[in-house]
């Protein structure tokens, strides 16, 4: 779901209408509009009586002159998606979330995806202006969705910060200008700064490419918090948790790497048919895009396999830990690190030597700083000691019902 444009006049007003509705294009049967009112327009002629109710709506005082007559917005969905419930989700969305405007509508089946123009009034009934800013257009398709859910169809509102940031699409007029046959300005203009003829084409490159350093850093954070996410289930050890983790880690492999800024132009003319057959690729920059590729596969290999080894070791420490807790439950448990040192106390208290066997002042010295430390052990131990009664004595006295429903 995207905003296509803002119309301004009825003469625009009109021409969107007449584009929405298939009316007079000699390839294209027509099909007519639906309006907020309940009608079905199929002339132009009644298009262009509607375009200037809504103009003189716009224009009713002299403060009101300036602004936008219509806003042209269009919900699409992926091909094999059934054309009605589109219509119908969309048609749910318009009558609930802008009941106090007027609108017109108008479903396209003509590409693999169906796809809704949604044309609005740029001043609701009361006279105020309808100003989406980005919050309303998630609003929008988050409302859209689940209307396509309520009718069985899959769909989720994702921004494109979630998705890994994709390619973006060109604007709407200069896609059916491509279909027209007519050559864009942003074409024209994107030609020149690949083809170095333009005068600040280095500059205009280095801006692109200062924005795109900013996606490739978002790029990076957005699959590191999938990765850790899939880690994370796939160390719960669920069969549902782990189904979970493959999917995650699957849509993680298929997010697109953003490309550098001459490389997506040149994929923006390509994917528009607007490439010249003639042009030449950049063959130092080809090799610089498949070792940035290389270094990137290597890079995603070697992160997954850290994380798969150090999901193991997860897996294997707390498998061990729920071996002790068992063991220790049952009284097999190995020796504590306690019962070590008690042990190793009892030894070198049974080879010490006596104070007065040796009178080397050396050896005395060192006898002092064994006991000391035997000293220091047994303390350790006693203490130990104390605090496992006492733990084993609370143990003991507490209810097993505490805090919860009485037996």
């Not at 296509?4 to 007519?32: C, K, L, N």
């Not at 949604?118 to 209307?147: K, S, T, V, W, Y």
């Not at 864009?184 to 333009?198: E, F």
């Not at 850790?228 to 669920?238: I, N, Y």
């Amino acid at each position: 779901m995207k905003i296509t444009s803002r119309i301004h006049g009825a003469a625009s007003t009109v021409g969107a209408f007449t584009y929405a509705g298939r009316i007079g294009m000699s390839d294209q049967e027509p099909i007519g509009i639906e309006t907020s009112e309940g009608k079905e327009l199929m002339s132009a002629q009644d298009m262009m009586v509607l375009a200037r109710e809504w103009q003189q709506w716009e224009t009713a005082d002299e403060a009101r002159r300036n602004g936008a007559t219509a806003i042209a917005m269009v919900f699409s969905m992926p091909p094999g998606t059934d054309p009605e419930k589109v219509r119908e989700a969309v048609r749910d969305f318009a009558e609930t979330d802008l009941s106090n405007r007027r609108w017109v509508m108008a479903l396209h089946t003509d590409e693999a995806h169906p796809h809704v123009h949604l044309i609005i009034a740029g001043r609701d009934n009361d006279g105020r202006r309808f100003n989406p800013n980005r919050e309303f257009l998630q609003q929008c398709r988050e409302r859209f969705a689940e209307n396509l859910r309520d009718r069985g169809v899959e769909a989720d509102a994702t921004k494109r910060m979630a998705r890994g940031y994709p390619p973006k699409q060109d604007p709407t007029p200069v896609l059916k200008m491509r279909e027209r046959g007519a050559e864009p300005v942003a074409d024209k203009g994107r030609l020149a700064v690949i083809g170095g003829q333009a005068p600040d084409a280095a500059r205009r490159l280095g801006e692109r490419e200062r924005e795109r350093s900013k996606t490739v850093a978002n790029h990076v954070s957005v699959r590191e918090i999938y990765v850790r996410a899939a880690a994370e289930l796939e160390a719960h050890g669920g069969s549902a948790e782990t189904d979970r983790a493959k999917a995650l880690r699957a849509f993680v492999e298929a997010m697109p790497a953003p490309a550098n800024a001459r490389a997506e132009i040149i994929e923006r003319l390509r994917t528009g048919n607007a490439l010249p057959k003639d042009f030449a690729p950049d063959r130092e920059l080809e090799r610089l895009k498949a070792r940035v590729q290389q270094c990137d596969a290597e890079q995603r290999t070697a992160a997954l396999d850290r994380i798969e080894r150090a999901t193991g070791r997860i897996k294997s420490v707390s498998a061990e830990l729920k071996g002790s807790d068992n063991k220790a439950g049952a009284g097999e448990g190995e020796p504590t690190v306690f019962d070590r040192i008690r042990a190793k106390s009892a030894e070198l208290k049974n080879d010490s030597v006596p104070p007065n066997a040796s009178p080397d002042r050396a050896l005395a010295s060192a006898r002092e700083r064994l006991q000391a430390m035997q000293r220091k052990m047994d303390k350790t131990i006693k203490d130990r000691a104390q605090d496992k009664d006492r733990d084993r004595s609370q143990d003991r006295t507490r209810d097993p019902d505490r805090e919860g429903p009485g037996r």
